[in-house]
């Protein structure tokens, strides 16, 4: 079992920055490859970022590339979303999940919702214009 907390959103002007954290419980945070989805009001939940349990290898959706950086501290059981140059269609609600990897590489990472086990319970950005 992991438990997930989510901190760090809030209400930024257009091309601010915020960085997000997500905690997670446990002693096997390692073992997890971790990801960022958001949903907007009225809009399905859509990936924002994935990285692999290493830290090795991250994804990216294509409308962050450039902006967002996600990154972990296996040592700190967490997780981070540093979001750079913040656009008002970014404002949505950010959760972050986990992702069970028993590989030996630790390189996989999933874009899909439907691969991750558990969740948080998400915190707000909000982006002005």
């Known amino acids: 079992q992991v438990q997930l907390v989510e901190s760090g959103g809030g209400l930024v002007q257009a091309g601010g920055s915020l960085r997000l954290s997500c905690a997670a419980s446990?002693?096997?945070?390692?073992?997890?490859?971790m990801g960022w989805f958001r949903q907007a009001p009225g809009k399905e939940r859509e990936f924002v970022a994935a990285i692999a349990r290493s830290g090795g290898s991250t994804k990216y959706a294509n409308s962050v590339k450039g902006r967002f950086t996600i990154s972990r501290d296996n040592a700190k059981n967490t997780v981070y979303l540093e979001m750079n140059s913040l656009k008002p269609e970014d404002t949505a609600v950010y959760y972050c999940?986990?992702?069970?990897?028993?590989?030996?590489?630790?390189?996989?990472?999933?874009?899909?919702?439907?691969?991750?086990?558990?969740w948080g319970q998400g915190t707000q950005v909000t982006v002005s214009s």
């Open positions: 446990g002693r096997t945070f390692s073992r997890y490859a």
């Open positions: 999940a986990a992702n069970y990897d028993p590989s030996s590489r630790g390189t996989y990472s999933s874009e899909h919702s439907y691969d991750y086990d558990y």
